[in-house]
């Protein structure tokens, strides 16, 4: 994927690490590495976000979800298709460089808000695994 003129936002290389379960976003000489995890916490669908303020859903037992495909959405986006059935939600470019930036911080609110919920990053129930 090439990077647009005058927009830092849109990373010049992408890469999808299979064994570290992450996807690694270059832009320029900085790279971040987001595990499917974190994608699939965050995701920018509805059903993820909600409709409005308040509404967000907060997600659970995703620690060992796995990508299935990553796909370009026109030259703005990236479509993700996760292994439990999650496929909506466009990352636009500026969207997915706040989550490699703002990675550490992100991640710890969540953290806090599992805690608070009293929720696990564990999926409940029998866990089928490829190898």
Known sequence: MQRKKNNRQVPNK???????ACVELTYG???FLLSYEYLRVFSPSAEVRGHGIGNEVLQVGKKDVGLIAIEPAGNYALK???????????YDWAYLHHLATQQESLWQEYLDRLEQAGASRQAVGIQITQI
């Open 80 to 90: 993700l298709v996760f292994d439990d059935g999650h496929d909506s939600g466009l």
């Open 14 to 20: 992408i890469q999808v690490h299979k064994q570290k």
């Open 29 to 31: 000489s900085d790279s």
